[in-house]
């Protein structure tokens, strides 16, 4: 079936730093993924839709300038946290919709990232 | 706008009980599709099933089952004699014809006990 995995899968970083997030699909071709955030017993809240050679659309109140989106190829999204700060810490997921099929087919979720500042 | 509700926020049974996880759903898209997600302690979403906006028969997978019904706009998933291993939490999200956007519902806590 279709894989898709994120790297790495839980970070702790000081207040400031930056952090990349790897999503790769690993058996198939992406041209949209999705990044998604989900803070402690809450739902899950789309952050951005990542086309491949093409700008991320952000959804309204996520600054695009905070998470910056890079999808280089058909199989890897990159999502850097910049100057991250403790409320920045949650449980960030990406998606990936096969290349080739519209909105109809289910999009395959990562594993999800952890990511802790301190 | 789009919007997904999860009235249920915790459940708690005993093993073997049947439970129905509600969701109730909002569009003004004719075209669109539910979904129901699990995802354990480990955090890790498992796709469940989808189903378009077109397609209202119920559907049974071993011991789930789900009812749809466009006229109530609920797309209502139920456990029949759960499992210890069931417990987790529980979403629905709907989608839209084109974006492939998903739009989550608050989640439900399925607790079962043995």
């Known amino acids: 079936g279709a894989v898709v995995s994120q790297h790495p899968s839980r970070v702790i970083c000081k207040s400031g730093t930056s952090v990349k997030i790897e999503c790769r699909s690993l058996?198939?071709?992406?041209?949209?993924m999705f990044w998604y955030r989900q803070f402690p017993k809450q739902s899950l809240m789309l952050m951005a839709t990542s086309n491949e050679g093409s700008k991320a659309t952000y959804e309204q109140g996520v600054e695009k300038d905070k998470f910056l989106i890079n999808h280089a190829s058909l199989t890897l999204s990159t999502l850097t946290v910049t100057s991250a700060h403790p409320e920045d810490s949650s449980f960030y997921i990406c998606?990936?919709?096969?290349?080739?099929?519209?909105?109809?087919?289910?999009?395959?979720f990562g594993p999800g990232t952890r990511l802790t500042v301190l | 706008a789009q919007k997904v509700t999860q009235a249920q926020t915790e459940i708690s049974v005993v093993e073997k009980e049947d439970v129905t996880l509600d969701c109730v759903y909002e569009?003004?898209?004719?075209?669109?599709?539910l979904f129901w997600y699990k995802q354990p302690p480990s955090g890790e979403l498992v796709f469940l099933i989808r189903r378009n906006s077109f397609d209202e028969q119920n559907e049974i997978s071993g011991r789930y089952s789900w009812n749809f019904q466009k006229s109530t706009s609920s797309f209502n998933f139920t456990i029949t004699a759960s499992q210890v291993v069931d417990s987790a939490v529980y979403f629905c999200?709907?989608?839209?014809?084109?974006?492939?956007?998903?739009?989550f519902g608050q989640g439900t806590t399925l607790q079962v006990k043995p």
């Open positions: 058996d198939f071709q992406a041209t949209t």
């Open positions: 999200a709907l989608s839209g014809p084109n974006t492939g956007k998903l739009i």
């Open positions: 569009t003004r898209d004719t075209t669109y599709y």
């Open positions: 998606s990936a919709r096969p290349r080739g099929r519209g909105s109809t087919d289910t999009q395959y």
